[in-house]
């Protein structure tokens, strides 16, 4: 599957280079996901749980959180998840934090998720350690199981759906209203979030008419009064 970025349309047919409707360069949906940060993954990894199953989906806090980013359940079984989202082969060390974090949060299951794959070092731990391992070709099925991700800008068409599935938009929203000024930098600032997830709301903002194009380098013009 391949997406257009700038109009969110998504093709199916693999002889699609360019997107129909603007022409822009379109790219596959895992390209999409190497692009993210680390924070932006653990939360897209949220995202992918809730629409593959899963429930009693918790983030874990970002530091000192033991090896496990996110902790999830299905069938009644409790899986401690570790986030990866590297450029290289995960090696050991993923599979030894995976197990220990999941034994620290009385997990059935340890996983490590990763955009990328594990060397032969690492597969032979997680074996050993009955540690689950979803490298690239995992995640690859999980977001085909997908109709709408919210962080990957997919699929949302109804102002209220954002604001129920992502509350953050939310604030962001009111943020924008009474600032009358808007940019992706600003976002960041102001919500601790990173540069690429912030884009992605700036992206949302425009599309509900909230904001108003691009103009070079200066803040976005917020279309909606403050009252």
């Known amino acids: 599957?391949?997406?257009?970025?700038?109009?969110?349309?998504?093709?199916?047919?693999?002889?699609?280079?360019?997107c129909q409707k603007c022409g822009n360069k379109l790219i596959t949906i895992p390209e999409y996901i190497d692009n993210?940060?680390?924070?932006?993954?653990?939360?897209?990894?949220?995202?992918?749980?809730?629409n593959n199953g899963f429930?009693?989906?918790?983030?874990?806090k970002a530091s000192g959180d033991y090896g496990i980013d996110v902790i999830a359940s299905k069938d009644e079984i409790k899986y401690a998840i570790q986030c990866k989202n590297f450029s290289s082969h995960l090696g050991p060390k993923s599979i030894q934090e995976a197990y220990s974090g999941k034994n620290f949060y009385n997990c059935h299951i340890g996983v490590v998720?990763?955009?990328?794959?594990?060397?032969?070092?690492?597969?032979?731990?997680?074996?050993?350690?009955?540690?689950?391992?979803?490298d690239r070709d995992k995640l690859k099925e999980m977001v085909s199981n997908i109709?709408?991700?919210?962080?990957?800008?997919?699929?949302?068409s109804q102002f209220n759906e954002i604001k129920n599935i992502d509350l953050l938009f939310n604030d962001i929203l009111n943020f924008t209203i009474q600032n009358q000024k808007i940019s992706?930098?600003?976002?960041?600032?102001?919500?601790?979030?990173?540069y690429n997830r912030a884009t992605r709301y700036i992206d949302l903002l425009e599309h509900h008419?909230?904001?108003?194009s691009a103009n070079g380098s200066k803040p976005r013009e917020v279309l909606i009064e403050h009252k």
Do not use: P
């Open 1 to 18: 599957m391949k997406k257009c970025e700038r109009c969110n349309i998504n093709y199916n047919q693999d002889d699609f280079n360019f």
């Open 36 to 50: 993210m940060s680390g924070l932006d993954f653990e939360e897209f990894t949220v995202n992918l749980l809730k």
């Open 55 to 60: 429930t009693n989906i918790i983030k874990t």
């Open 113 to 134: 998720l990763t955009n990328n794959y594990f060397s032969e070092n690492a597969k032979k731990l997680a074996k050993n350690n009955n540690i689950l391992l979803w």
């Open 147 to 156: 109709n709408d991700i919210s962080h990957k800008k997919i699929g949302i």
């Open 184 to 194: 992706a930098s600003l976002i960041q600032r102001k919500f601790k979030i990173g």
């Open 209 to 212: 008419n909230i904001i108003g």
